[in-house]
């Protein structure tokens, strides 16, 4: 084994921790852990707009997109009411090129992706019977993972486990190209599976937005015992694989209840 292996190794490490930075400030229920970064926020962006785009267009040509005008009017009002409360987390936030489309589906699905970028299945409003206060709780969620750069951070994660390995290859002459790692990150960026610890952040900010937005917070509460329903009557929706809805999770909405009505309330008063 070359004796320069373990530094190219402590080398990596260097770039790791220099990495390590938190996208999110502020707010009333905190999210500030430290995240490991070797991708930029443009990078990501640039990879989200290019599939959403293509989202879109698909969509278009089978002719479910945007079918159901009421809906999408709907759900572009919640989002335009959480979108100016983001600054409380992030500055720049508010000037994202946010957009919001439905997508006619019977799945239980929604996702924001990096920069601002929502997609509503349909399935998810009628099937849960949602209200306007439950949407905005589920896109509260969505935007805070976005907010947070989840998905930056799993590309990161999936760079560093792919450059671990590379030091050695490389250092034994079988390369290993770059354009193989942005590769692993996109995969990782399409494919999002989000850990429990990024579900219970997106959770507390996805909370206050809400509130804040003046969307009772209790909605929470309604929402994921409606997802628990959901699961228990039959096929597990694609949604509740990367949001396990359980009494863990309620129980933690309900413990954040009291830092968030309050916001709920001063909301209420600016109306
Ligand atoms: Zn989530």
Same mark, same amino acid.
């Given at each position: 084994m070359p004796r320069v292996f373990p530094r190219a190794l402590s080398a990596l490490f260097v770039v790791m921790l220099a990495a390590c930075e938190t996208t999110t400030s502020g707010g009333a229920v905190g999210a500030d852990r430290a995240q490991l970064m070797l991708v930029s926020s443009q990078e990501i962006e640039q990879m989200a707009a290019e599939s959403y785009a293509k989202l879109l267009a698909d969509a278009a040509r089978k002719g479910v997109?945007? $079918?159901d005008g009421a809906m999408l009017q709907r759900l572009r009002a919640v989002a335009s009411r959480i979108e100016p409360q983001t600054a409380v987390f992030r500055?720049?936030? %508010?000037?994202?090129k946010w957009e919001v489309n439905l997508l006619a589906s019977d799945e239980l699905n929604a996702f924001c992706m990096p920069g601002g970028k929502i997609m509503v299945h349909s399935g998810l409003v009628t099937q849960l019977g949602l209200s306007d206060a439950e949407i905005a709780v589920v896109m509260g969620h969505e935007i805070a993972h976005a907010l947070r750069e989840h998905s930056r951070e799993q590309v990161s994660q999936a760079i560093a486990a792919q450059a671990a390995i590379g030091a050695g290859t490389a250092l034994l002459g079988l390369g290993q190209g770059s354009a193989e790692l942005a590769g692993a990150g996109y995969q990782a960026l399409i494919a999002t599976r989000f850990s429990r610890t990024d579900e219970s952040e997106a959770d507390r900010i996805g909370l206050e937005l809400a509130a804040r937005a003046?969307?009772? %917070? $209790?909605a929470g509460v309604a929402l994921w015992r409606k997802m628990m329903n959901a699961h228990s009557g039959g096929r597990a929706p694609e949604f509740l694989s990367s949001h396990p809805a359980d009494s863990r999770r309620v129980a933690q909405i309900e413990a954040l209840l009291p830092a968030v009505m309050p916001l709920y309330q001063a909301s209420l008063g600016r109306r």
């Open positions: 997109l945007n $079918r500055r720049d936030a %508010p000037a994202w003046g969307y009772d %917070p $209790r």
